[in-house]
């Protein structure tokens, strides 16, 4: 096939996914994914080769969907699809690591052949249970539902909804954003069948090859310029009692890349254990990210990046371990593989982020009402400095998990947001200074208690610098002025105020390099105090 | 018909581009439209608007106080907000909340770039204030507000020698008592500045959006002020005394005093216009589906056509850091005709990059000095000057012979910059950096259509602009596009469009109930009350409040979601069910499916419109039906693919419906030049369109 046409073609798809991406936001029920974007779709071949996702998607979500398909598959063969079919499940192990993040698969057909697959993951902020930080296993974590058809032949399945209406907190939100997901699907397949037409294609497939095998060969081209050899990194992380390790070796093989965390913690106790198939997703996004950001991301991106972990170890965990709060350890694979590979491309790392995603869940009665909210708010810490310059204050990595509108936000929940604003001399220095940090602050205007869950990172140990920059700031929880246990359920009285300040952004290169100009543009924006510029770079005009 | 019938009927359309200002003249009814096009005057624009004015209606012999309406449009606000050439601006926001502007919405609009350049803001954080005072979620005061912190804030703006304010407060979209109160204290501590209330730019939900609006807003305000000002004085000046209407981002257009408060809804003022002359074009050729393409000196734009209608986004982004990418530019919540930038213009300088190929822009040799070939001081090769090397564009015949162009100088400057560091001849050079430029706009322009999920090659293509027609059939080639529509004055069709432009107001207000408990009476009453004040805003613009058409829309939801769609209302008919049906009729459409949910109304609106001037008279044409080729004025060589061609030139005027000319071919009009490609055939439709067609098709 003529490469322009294939180009024009696969543009036509990305941009359909796109849009269709859009239906589902648009007609969404819950701000978590309209106002969060805590969500993905993405679009598979009739193989179940994953072609493309959507722009506006978590990264680790693209990760996890492939595998979810092939598991679904596996369960419910194609001879037993039909038009009009959608199946559902959350099953941690086969979906992103967590019971809240609902997983959907929606066979496209054209006669009674599938030509493609459209497949999504949303969160949903309430999933039943008792999830929290302390859960013993996985039973605790909230409603499993299990592969099953969620809608046959168009028709929904009144079983699956009403175990869900049974089961949730807020049953008409998620369902909303389900039923707004069938709306997505209902769009894909018009758009996809008008682009067959169009093309006189039968089906993706042939152009699917074509993108993947393209892909594969520029992530094994980029692999292939890096010198053979193992490359490893290793920290703690704040864990509960005692610290938690991360240990990652990076082997460069030829073409191929090899990420192995042997050496990792074993899985704990607490809910911050990570499915494989998480550990995966994040680990190949960070390759992706530095060695071929260009090339579309599809199949052919994965092949040649095998990622390993020993079962059983924090970052391979076995059912029935708790894994509700899987991203206080699975958002470190990323620093884990670029902090290894970071010799190797100083010109294209980044230092460390003020990840993991901080958030919290606000739950209880508004004044006046007896039906009871559960509500969660997004906070994300500084960028890690780039190889171009200065980390950006508050950017989502490696999520890419939007804030709400504190217009939104207040009126939903009977909290008055008092302050959200970056915090000086948070970023750590070097010739690139890593983003700040933001303080938000929350006042409870309910007048009954609410429950306030957090589950926060990078209070013991704070974002690295790479390569000679320094660390950024850690975070701070405060309740009424005092320290609280970063993870932890605390009940509010009315009036009672609470103060977040996420990670500052490690920084990058040793301070000596920073130029005067920077220096000077800080201590006129007032992100660095001159105190604190002369204790990092000495001389401060 | 809609024009006061006793009053005067003539009527201008202005457009001011980075390199020409265009003007038109029209009198009701009349079959023909004068054009004018002339220079733009970069360091006062009103200067080449005044002298085409004056141009145009000395060659009609019109007196200024004949004319009922002058209609303009400008690329003011958009440059300088990409150029960041606004004015020191401040921002005022409620305590805590000054650094939203900067945060923006955290997210990273490339999921694989790590180094993606984030927008800096317009207000840096030293001139950020924060005043104490607090609304909560539904527009009750929580907090007073701190008058004496507004004025230390004003003081320390003050200071710093701020000449415009923004002030975005919480909840301000519900409620704007607190930042009207902000801006009298801000206004009598600084007399000087300019001042803009979110509540006023973009009562919006979602404080960074709205914020981010009303900071664009107060950077261009003083600027644009001063200028729609001059204009103003300088009409008044030459006799004319009506209000001058300015075009919106939308394609509609409003009187100059509304325009100057909100000069933000005016970044896409003149390419909108020219969105609207593609559409009322289309119409004529009977043509819904079209991918307008609009080639001036300075850039070229897309927009698509469908349905007859130019597409609307509310979503709108200007200053992108990354071209193209949706997500690295400043936010704007205003109605918008959803286009994108596709490359370059006539102007757009060439040059050699770091890879040893060909780059075409993104620098402008704009009008002054202009490309080479126009002789003031410009030694860089450009666009133009590669056209007029490969005879696309003749040294005589330019603007009408008006200006003339240099050769001597145009190959001068392709050898030195392109052909000699390249090793190739001349020709070569220039061929290449056509290809260049049109290659670069196909692909851009197939991306647009694609990203919309539409197939670019079922289009019709429409160009317009100077350089538009020049660069079309080879764009239409590489896109696969087979047909083309070349309008009757497509070199000035902006302008045009300012004149095709409805003087129109929207109203809107914010009134949430749920459907089961609103107050069909009261609705009723406030549609009413909404109806008048937009006739507020349009009368006096030469619209009889008799002429004027209502529409009238809900924004509903079902309870629960975050997006609205728009719901048509039928004012008289109103009524619990009527809405009910005509919810689920609109949501159906959209999503395709219903929820069996309660649904609820978030706000009102109603567009007031005055009529659509009749020009299809004055563009149809009126001659008579003929056939065959008529004898071709002229030859010259002209490039194609495969080198030189002896190609007859005809002039546009000459052509009468039912002519057709076989490619290769140039076809001169005063302001453009249509080139044929030797597989392009060209017939001459009812309405004077030339319909180029891709032989391959026929």
């Known amino acids: 096939?003529?490469?322009?046409?294939?180009?024009?073609?696969?543009?036509?798809?990305?941009?359909?996914?796109?849009?269709?991406?859009?239906?589902?936001?648009?007609?969404?029920?819950?701000?978590?994914?309209?106002?969060?974007?805590?969500?993905?779709?993405?679009?598979?071949?009739?193989?179940?080769?994953?072609?493309?996702?959507?722009?506006?998607?978590?990264?680790?979500?693209?990760?996890?969907?492939?595998?979810?398909?092939?598991?679904?598959?596996?369960?419910?063969?194609?001879?037993?699809?039909?038009?009009?079919?959608?199946?559902?499940?959350?099953?941690?192990?086969?979906?992103?690591?967590?019971?809240?993040?609902?997983?959907?698969?929606?066979?496209?057909?054209?006669?009674?052949?599938?030509?493609?697959?459209?497949?999504?993951?949303?969160?949903?902020?309430?999933?039943?249970?008792?999830?929290?930080?302390?859960?013993?296993?996985?039973?605790?974590?909230?409603?499993?539902?299990?592969?099953?058809?969620?809608?046959?032949?168009?028709?929904?399945?009144?079983?699956?909804?009403?175990?869900?209406?049974?089961?949730?907190?807020?049953?008409?939100?998620?369902?909303?954003?389900?039923?707004?997901?069938?709306?997505?699907?209902?769009?894909?397949?018009?758009?996809?069948?008008?682009?067959?037409?169009?093309?006189?294609?039968?089906?993706?497939?042939?152009?699917?090859?074509?993108?993947?095998?393209?892909?594969?060969?520029?992530?094994?081209?980029?692999?292939?310029?890096?010198?053979?050899?193992?490359?490893?990194?290793?920290?703690?992380?704040?864990?509960?009692?005692?610290?938690?390790?991360?240990?990652?070796?990076?082997?460069?093989?030829?073409?191929?890349?090899?990420?192995?965390?042997?050496?990792?913690?074993?899985?704990?106790?607490?809910?911050?254990?990570?499915?494989?198939?998480?550990?995966?997703?994040?680990?190949?996004?960070?390759?992706?990210?530095?060695?071929?950001?260009?090339?579309?991301?599809?199949?052919?991106?994965?092949?040649?990046?095998?990622?390993?972990?020993?079962?059983?170890?924090?970052?391979?965990?076995?059912?029935?371990?708790?894994?509700?709060?899987?991203?206080?350890?699975?958002?470190?694979?990323?620093?884990?593989?670029?902090?290894?590979?970071?010799?190797?491309?100083?010109?294209?790392?980044?230092?460390?982020?003020?990840?993991?995603?901080?958030?919290?869940?606000?739950?209880?009665?508004?004044?006046?009402?007896?039906?009871?909210?559960?509500?969660?708010?997004?906070?994300?810490?500084?960028?890690?400095?780039?190889?171009?310059?200065?980390?950006?204050?508050?950017?989502?990595?490696?999520?890419?998990?939007?804030?709400?509108?504190?217009?939104?936000?207040?009126?939903?929940?009977?909290?008055?947001?008092?302050?959200?604003?970056?915090?000086?001399?948070?970023?750590?220095?070097?010739?690139?200074?890593?983003?700040?940090?933001?303080?938000?602050?929350?006042?409870?205007?309910?007048?009954?208690?609410?429950?306030?869950?957090?589950?926060?990172?990078?209070?013991?140990?704070?974002?690295?610098?790479?390569?000679?920059?320094?660390?950024?700031?850690?975070?701070?929880?405060?309740?009424?002025?005092?320290?609280?246990?970063?993870?932890?359920?605390?009940?509010?009285?009315?009036?009672?105020?609470?103060?977040?300040?996420?990670?500052?952004?490690?920084?990058?290169?040793?301070?000596?390099?920073?130029?005067?100009?920077?220096i000077q543009a800080d201590l006129e924006s007032g992100l660095v105090t001159r105190e604190k510029a002369i204790e990092a770079y000495g001389d401060v005009d | 018909m809609s024009i006061e019938t006793s009053g005067p009927a003539w009527r201008i359309g202005v457009d001011i581009g980075g390199t020409f200002t265009d003007v038109v003249l029209w009198r009701d009814g009349a079959s023909t439209l004068r054009r004018e096009k002339l220079l733009t005057t970069p360091e006062d624009p009103s200067l080449a608007v005044i002298e085409g004015v004056q141009r145009a209606l000395d060659n009609e012999g019109v007196a200024p106080a004949d004319l009922a309406s002058v209609i303009h449009g400008t690329t003011l606000v958009a440059n300088a907000l990409i150029e960041r050439r606004g004015v020191k601006t401040g921002l005022i926001t409620t305590s805590g909340f000054r650094d939203v502007l900067e945060i923006g919405r955290e997210w990273r609009y490339d999921l694989f770039d790590l180094n993606i350049e984030m927008p800096t803001p317009l207000v840096p954080r030293a001139l950020r204030q924060e005043a104490g005072g607090r609304l909560t979620a539904d527009g009750s005061e929580l907090t007073p507000l701190d008058e004496d912190e507004v004025a230390a804030a004003a003081e320390a703006l003050s200071v710093a020698e701020v000449q415009s304010v923004a002030v975005s407060l919480l909840h301000s979209y519900r409620n704007p008592a607190h930042e009207r109160r902000v801006g009298e204290i801000v206004a009598r501590v600084m007399p000087d500045a300019k001042i803009s209330l979110s509540s006023d730019v973009s009562p919006e939900l979602g404080e960074y959006e709205r914020t981010s609006t009303t900071v664009a807003n107060a950077y261009v305000l003083p600027i644009f002020a001063t200028y729609v000002d001059r204009l103003v004085r300088a009409l008044a000046g030459m006799g004319y005394r009506r209000d001058l209407l300015l075009v919106l981002s939308d394609g509609r257009c409003i009187r100059a005093d509304v325009a100057m408060r909100y000069p933000i809804r005016l970044v896409q003022s003149g390419p909108a216009a020219g969105a609207e002359a593609a559409r009322l074009f289309g119409e004529l050729a009977g043509e819904s589906e079209m991918l307008c393409f609009d080639m001036g000196g300075t850039t070229a734009k897309a927009c698509l056509i469908h349905d007859g209608e130019p597409e609307r986004t509310a979503h709108f982004e200007v200053a992108r850091e990354t071209r193209f990418a949706e997500g690295s530019g400043l936010p704007l919540q205003i109605p918008a005709i959803d286009m994108i930038e596709i490359g370059a213009g006539g102007g757009s300088i060439a040059s050699i990059d770091a890879r040893g190929l060909v780059q075409v822009g993104p620098k402008s040799a704009g009008a002054d000095p202009g490309p080479a070939c126009y002789g003031r001081g410009n030694d860089r090769p450009t666009v133009t000057d590669c056209d007029l090397i490969l005879g696309y564009l003749d040294a005589g015949s330019f603007l009408a012979g008006k200006m003339a162009l240099d050769v001597a100088a145009a190959e001068a400057a392709i050898r030195v910059h392109l052909a000699e560091p390249l090793g190739i001849s001349l020709v070569e050079a220039a061929w290449g950096v056509h290809e260049t430029v049109t290659a670069n706009m196909a692909q851009a322009a197939s991306i647009h259509a694609i990203e919309r999920g539409l197939d670019a090659t079922r289009f019709a293509m429409m160009p317009i602009g100077g350089a538009g027609p020049v660069h079309a059939c080879d764009m239409a080639t590489k896109m696969n596009i087979d047909r083309l529509i070349c309008p009757i004055g497509a070199g000035v069709a902006s302008a045009i469009g300012m004149l095709a432009a409805p003087v129109s107001f929207e109203v809107a207000r914010a009134a949430p109930v749920r459907l089961a408990e609103l107050d069909v009476a009261a609705a009723k009453t406030m549609l009413s009350e909404m109806s008048v004040e937009t006739v507020g805003l349009i009368s006096g613009a030469g619209v009889a409040e008799a002429d004027i058409s209502f529409r009238a829309s809900a924004m509903m939801r079902y309870v629960g979601q975050g997006y609205e769609i728009e719901v048509p209302v039928e004012k008289d008919g109103l009524s619990e069910g009527s809405l009910a049906d005509a919810f689920a009729v609109a949501y159906g459409a959209r999503y395709g499916r219903t929820e069996a949910m309660a649904s609820e109304i978030l706000s009102w609106r109603v567009v007031g419109t005055g009529p659509r001037l009749p020009l299809a008279d004055a563009i149809g044409g009126t001659a008579t039906k003929t056939s065959g080729t008529p004898p071709p004025n002229s030859q010259r060589p002209v490039y194609f693919e495969s080198g030189f061609v002896d190609t007859p030139v005809h002039a546009r005027r000459d052509l009468l419906p039912g002519h057709t000319i076989a490619g290769p071919a140039i076809i001169e009009e005063d302001e453009s030049t249509l080139v044929v490609p030797p597989d392009f055939d060209v017939s001459v439709d009812e309405a004077l369109n030339l319909i180029a067609l891709r032989k391959r098709a026929t």
């Not at chain 1, 604003?421 to 940090?437: E, N, Q």
């Open chain 1, 1 to 518: 096939m003529n490469p322009i046409r294939i180009g024009l073609i696969w543009r036509r798809i990305d941009g359909i996914v796109d849009l269709v991406a859009e239906t589902f936001l648009r007609a969404a029920f819950s701000v978590v994914v309209r106002d969060n974007y805590d969500m993905a779709f993405s679009l598979f071949d009739s193989r179940g080769q994953q072609i493309t996702q959507s722009k506006r998607s978590i990264p680790s979500f693209i990760g996890t969907l492939p595998r979810t398909l092939a598991v679904v598959l596996d369960k419910i063969p194609r001879d037993q699809l039909n038009p009009g079919d959608t199946i559902i499940t959350n099953d941690s192990w086969i979906g992103t690591g967590h019971l809240n993040d609902i997983s959907m698969v929606h066979p496209i057909f054209m006669g009674d052949r599938i030509v493609a697959f459209a497949a999504s993951t949303a969160h949903t902020v309430d999933i039943g249970g008792a999830p929290s930080p302390m859960a013993l296993d996985r039973f605790e974590e909230g409603l499993c539902i299990p592969i099953c058809k969620i809608v046959e032949r168009g028709v929904e399945n009144s079983v699956v909804i009403d175990f869900l209406r049974e089961n949730l907190r807020q049953p008409d939100e998620t369902l909303g954003d389900i039923r707004a997901q069938f709306a997505a699907y209902n769009d894909c397949t018009e758009k996809l069948m008008g682009l067959l037409a169009d093309e006189g294609l039968e089906d993706l497939d042939a152009i699917a090859d074509e993108i993947v095998m393209r892909s594969e060969a520029s992530m094994r081209s980029a692999i292939a310029a890096l010198p053979d050899g193992v490359y490893e990194d290793g920290f703690d992380t704040d864990g509960f009692e005692e610290p938690l390790h991360i240990q990652c070796a990076v082997t460069i093989k030829g073409d191929e890349l090899i990420v192995d965390f042997a050496g990792t913690s074993p899985e704990v106790p607490w809910a911050v254990n990570v499915v494989l198939n998480y550990t995966q997703a994040y680990a190949r996004y960070a390759v992706k990210c530095v060695l071929d950001p260009e090339a579309p991301n599809n199949a052919g991106s994965l092949r040649p990046i095998d990622v390993r972990a020993p079962e059983g170890c924090l970052l391979n965990a076995r059912p029935p371990a708790p894994v509700w709060g899987r991203h206080l350890s699975g958002h470190y694979v990323p620093p884990a593989v670029l902090g290894a590979l970071a010799p190797l491309i100083p010109d294209r790392i980044v230092a460390e982020s003020g990840s993991p995603l901080w958030n919290v869940y606000f739950s209880g009665k508004r004044p006046g009402r007896d039906d009871s909210f559960v509500k969660m708010f997004f906070m994300n810490g500084g960028h890690g400095a780039r190889s171009i310059g200065d980390g950006p204050g508050c950017l989502s990595f490696p999520s890419n998990v939007s804030n709400e509108p504190i217009e939104v936000f207040e009126n939903q929940v009977p909290m008055l947001v008092t302050e959200k604003a970056l915090v000086p001399d948070t970023g750590g220095a070097g010739k690139f200074r890593g983003g700040s940090a933001q303080r938000i602050g929350f006042r409870s205007l309910a007048d009954s208690a609410i429950s306030m869950a957090i589950k926060h990172e990078r209070i013991r140990f704070p974002p690295r610098g790479l390569l000679g920059g320094m660390a950024g700031s850690p975070g701070r929880d405060l309740v009424n002025g005092e320290q609280i246990q970063p993870k932890s359920r605390t009940m509010l009285a009315p009036g009672d105020e609470i103060v977040f300040q996420t990670p500052g952004g490690g920084g990058l290169h040793p301070p000596g390099e920073r130029s005067q100009d920077m």
